[in-house]
């Protein structure tokens, strides 16, 4: 199911639920509404009708002991208005509701319409007026008279008996039958419109997002990284867009980079191959043929010359092993170290290794970085100038405030080769005929900017090369 679908149907559904809360609520709102102004209705009748200001109902039937000037006795109990007993017959009586007069014993003294039930909740209430006195309880009630519901209320009378008046409650019920079906007609369209305005706005914001995905499908497909992806917005699928546009880019120049790393690896490993294969070849062929000597010192020039070579593989097949560990690198741990006894170890290190001296100027300086790291960094940068560093000539090493120069009294590196040393296999072309991968500055470059420094090539006062980096003191 796509995004569009799922958008819509929950925005239908939250559509329907709200409108079937809100009508719930109303519902009973009405209801309650409803009732409360059928239960004043019925007190309201039942006061005129004893009060005289309306008709009470006629008697259905005498009572059986009882004359007619008793039943008026009865009459003026209810209609007892100061005097206005005489002007019931002339009030009128409305239709809208049955009113029966009961006598305290529960008989039915006269009624307007249908019988109402005089229960013994009703009998009970009778009884309970001549025992409070003065007060005149009343009750509601629901009942059923053939077949129709009613709403009764049950009054009692100051001189005995009660009177209750009914009203059915059948339009009540069309009206709350009717609001259920307008609720519920309701509820359906606002969810129908909700699902329709959510597929619009699931389409509207999803359209960028389908763009990206045929995007992602075509550089799939293609391995072409240099699809152009449109940032025109500044929201959240804005941001995705550029992220996804600077992934794009990341991975055109990783690919690129690994393609010149191919390139230049290559490059580098066919010259000490080839010197090496054309040792072997003549060496070969110098043991083939048995009329062609060999002296021992033409033998002992060609297998230094293969041992060189050898070296030469080796040692550009350790710095490429280095060279592929950024990843590794950038998990490596971080704590504060003193720059100074870094440099100290590698200086000891490679005075031990060569018959050169070394001149050291260190002041303590606290980094953050990994010691291992930076000690290589530091090994690599007096590998470089001791190749180029004439024999015999010192080495000087001064570190101060994070800083790390090895100077040299080599020929230098010329202003136009200065900002590509420390790139990937790249030599000048005045030291293309001397040993070395190009890959030592290049570890170089990597490890200081793992570490948030930087790094740098100038002339030294010496007329050689001044090579180091800087990290940020803690």
């Given at each position: 199911?796509?995004?569009?679908?799922?958008?819509?149907i929950l925005f239908g559904l939250l559509a329907l639920v709200v409108s079937a809360i809100v009508g719930a609520a109303s519902y009973q709102a009405t209801r309650s509404e409803i009732s409360e102004s059928t239960d004043r209705f019925l007190e309201r009748r039942s006061v005129e009708v004893t009060q005289g200001i309306r008709q009470q109902p006629g008697s259905p039937h005498p009572r059986p002991g009882r004359?007619?000037?008793?039943?008026?006795?009865?009459?003026?109990?209810?209609?007892?208005?100061?005097?206005?007993?005489?002007?019931?017959?002339?009030?009128?009586?409305?239709?809208?509701?049955?009113?029966?007069?009961?006598?305290?014993?529960?008989?039915?003294?006269?009624?307007?319409?249908?019988?109402?039930?005089?229960?013994?909740?009703?009998?009970?209430?009778?009884?309970?007026?001549?025992?409070?006195?003065?007060?005149?309880?009343?009750?509601?009630?629901?009942?059923?008279?053939?077949?129709?519901?009613?709403?009764?209320?049950?009054?009692?009378?100051?001189?005995?008996?009660?009177?209750?008046?009914?009203?059915?409650?059948?339009?009540?019920?069309?009206?709350?039958?009717?609001?259920?079906?307008?609720?519920?007609?309701?509820?359906?369209?606002?969810?129908?419109?909700?699902?329709?305005?959510?597929?619009?706005?699931?389409?509207?914001?999803?359209?960028?997002?389908?763009?990206?995905?045929?995007?992602?499908?075509?550089?799939?497909?293609?391995?072409?990284?240099?699809?152009?992806?449109?940032?025109?917005?500044?929201?959240?699928?804005?941001?995705?867009?550029?992220?996804?546009?600077?992934?794009?880019?990341?991975?055109?120049?990783?690919?690129?980079?690994?393609?010149?790393?191919?390139?230049?690896?290559?490059?580098?490993?066919?010259?000490?191959?080839?010197?090496?294969?054309?040792?072997?070849?003549?060496?070969?062929?110098?043991?083939?043929?048995?009329?062609?000597?060999?002296?021992?010192?033409?033998?002992?020039?060609?297998?230094?010359?293969?041992?060189?070579?050898?070296?030469?593989?080796?040692?550009?097949?350790?710095?490429?092993?280095?060279?592929?560990?950024?990843?590794?690198?950038?998990?490596?741990?971080?704590?504060?170290?003193?720059?100074?006894?870094?440099?100290?170890?590698?200086?000891?290190?490679?005075?031990?290794?060569?018959?050169?001296?070394?001149?050291?100027?260190?002041?303590?300086?606290?980094?953050?970085?990994?010691?291992?790291?930076?000690?290589?960094?530091?090994?690599?940068?007096?590998?470089?100038?001791?190749?180029?560093?004439?024999?015999?000539?010192?080495?000087?090493?001064?570190?101060?405030?994070?800083?790390?120069?090895?100077?040299?009294?080599?020929?230098?590196?010329?202003?136009?080769?200065?900002?590509?040393?420390?790139?990937?296999?790249?030599?000048?072309?005045?030291?293309?005929?001397?040993?070395?991968?190009?890959?030592?500055?290049?570890?170089?470059?990597?490890?200081?900017?793992?570490?948030?420094?930087?790094?740098?090539?100038?002339?030294?006062?010496?007329?050689?090369?001044?090579?180091?980096?800087?990290?940020?003191?803690?």
């Open positions: 199911m796509s995004l569009r679908s799922r958008l819509a004359d007619d000037n008793n039943n008026d006795d009865n009459n003026d109990d209810v209609g007892q208005a100061g005097g206005a007993g005489a002007q019931l017959a002339q009030l009128p009586f409305d239709p809208d509701a049955v009113v029966q007069v009961i006598d305290k014993d529960g008989v039915v003294l006269s009624s307007s319409g249908a019988e109402l039930p005089i229960t013994d909740a009703v009998k009970q209430l009778i009884g309970e007026r001549r025992r409070l006195g003065e007060s005149t309880p009343d009750r509601y009630d629901d009942v059923v008279i053939d077949g129709t519901s009613y709403r009764m209320y049950t009054r009692a009378l100051p001189r005995g008996g009660a009177i209750q008046v009914a009203r059915s409650t059948t339009e009540n019920d069309a009206v709350l039958s009717v609001l259920v079906s307008r609720i519920a007609i309701i509820g359906l369209i606002a969810a129908v419109l909700a699902a329709l305005a959510g597929w619009w706005i699931a389409r509207r914001t999803t359209r960028p997002l389908r763009h990206l995905a045929d995007v992602a499908a075509t550089v799939a497909d293609t391995r072409d990284f240099s699809v152009d992806v449109p940032v025109g917005r500044q929201d959240e699928i804005g941001q995705l867009a550029r992220s996804f546009r600077e992934m794009l880019t990341a991975l055109e120049t990783s690919r690129e980079q690994q393609h010149r790393l191919v390139l230049d690896a290559g490059h580098e490993l066919r010259t000490p191959l080839t010197s090496l294969r054309a040792n072997v070849e003549m060496l070969h062929r110098i043991d083939s043929r048995p009329d062609v000597p060999l002296t021992p010192e033409d033998r002992r020039e060609l297998l230094l010359a293969i041992n060189s070579e050898v070296v030469e593989l080796s040692n550009l097949f350790t710095e490429l092993m280095e060279l592929a560990t950024d990843s590794h690198d950038a998990d490596a741990p971080m704590a504060p170290v003193d720059l100074a006894e870094v440099v100290s170890r590698s200086v000891e290190r490679w005075q031990r290794r060569i018959d050169r001296e070394i001149s050291l100027t260190a002041e303590s300086a606290m980094v953050s970085g990994n010691e291992a790291m930076i000690e290589r960094a530091v090994t690599n940068l007096l590998g470089n100038a001791h190749k180029f560093s004439p024999p015999g000539e010192p080495i000087d090493v001064v570190v101060r405030a994070g800083f790390v120069s090895v100077r040299d009294r080599g020929p230098g590196v010329p202003v136009a080769d200065r900002e590509r040393v420390f790139d990937r296999f790249y030599r000048a072309d005045a030291t293309r005929t001397l040993p070395g991968s190009g890959l030592g500055l290049a570890i170089v470059a990597q490890i200081v900017a793992r570490h948030g420094g930087e790094t740098w090539v100038t002339e030294s006062e010496h007329g050689g090369a001044d090579v180091g980096f800087r990290l940020p003191t803690v």
